[in-house]
T-cell receptor
Framework: AQSVTQLDSHVSVSEGTPVLLRCNYS??????LFWYVQHPNKGLQLLLK??????LVKGINGFEAEFKKSETSFHLTKPSAHMSDAAEYFC?????????FGGGTRLMVKP | GAVVSQHPSWVICKSGTSVKIECRSL??????MFWYRQFPKQSLMLMAT?????????EQGVEKDKFLINHASLTLSTLTVTSAHPEDSSFYIC???????????FGPGTRLTVT
């Protein structure tokens, strides 16, 4: 069975500093991986996706993620955090119609 | 592109009544739609998967007679919570996927409160 582990349940950064949200997946084959963001009482918005093309994936709002097969990781980064980035982030693995969600990381951005 | 809407965004109903939630893909044809439930501070739990024109496939532990799903067209799926009870109170989120697509696009969610 697939599993996705988000290594930090909470991450706190200051505005203007880099963001790193960590994610490890378990699949032994080449997975489809996604990062979604959820603001309070809202649905999930797709930030970026990896589907076996370039290993460095650029997404919306300045986010990017790097697929590292040797480390089974797909960490999400952003060079400079903005207050509006405060939200819940989900790392998700897809296989056909099935999505496996990580537990989520709450990003807090301090002024 | 790839916008999914849900209606209503929030609903309060009395125990024992039924409530219907609509999920629409606004700018693409959704061959497959999904219904999730999310409890506070938790991740999403898949309830069921539906393909247009077919019966929904429910996840283990989800009562199909309580959570009625209809995927009548390529742009509309509905979830009806029948004989609602306070424990059905939750945030319900739908998502939609186009033919051959990898990603699912999520609706904004519906907050259901059963009193």
């Amino acid at each position: 069975a697939q599993s996705v582990t988000q290594l930090d349940s909470h991450v706190s950064v200051s505005e203007g500093t880099p963001v790193l949200l960590r994610c490890n997946y378990s699949s032994s084959y080449s997975p489809s991986l996604f990062w979604y963001v959820q603001h309070p009482n809202k649905g999930l918005q797709l930030l970026l996706k990896y589907t076996s093309a370039a290993t460095l994936v650029k997404g919306i709002n300045g986010f990017e993620a790097e697929f590292k097969k040797s480390e089974t990781s797909f960490h999400l980064t952003k060079p400079s955090a903005h207050m509006s980035d405060a939200a819940e982030y989900f790392c998700v693995e897809g296989a056909g119609n099935m999505l496996t969600f990580g537990g989520g990381t709450r990003l807090m951005v301090k002024p | 592109g790839a916008v999914v809407s849900q209606h209503p965004s929030w609903v309060i109903c009395k125990s024992g009544t039924s409530v219907k939630i609509e999920c629409r893909s606004l700018d693409f044809q959704a061959t497959t739609m999904f219904w999730y439930r999310q409890f506070p501070k938790q991740s999403l739990m898949l309830m069921a998967t539906s393909n247009e024109g077919s019966k929904a496939t429910y996840e283990q532990g989800v009562e199909k007679d309580k959570f009625l799903i209809n995927h009548a067209s390529l742009t509309l799926s509905t979830l009806t919570v029948t004989s609602a009870h306070p424990e059905d109170s939750s945030f319900y989120i739908c998502s939609a996927k186009g033919q051959g697509a990898y990603e699912q696009y999520f609706g904004p969610g519906t907050r259901l409160t059963v009193t």
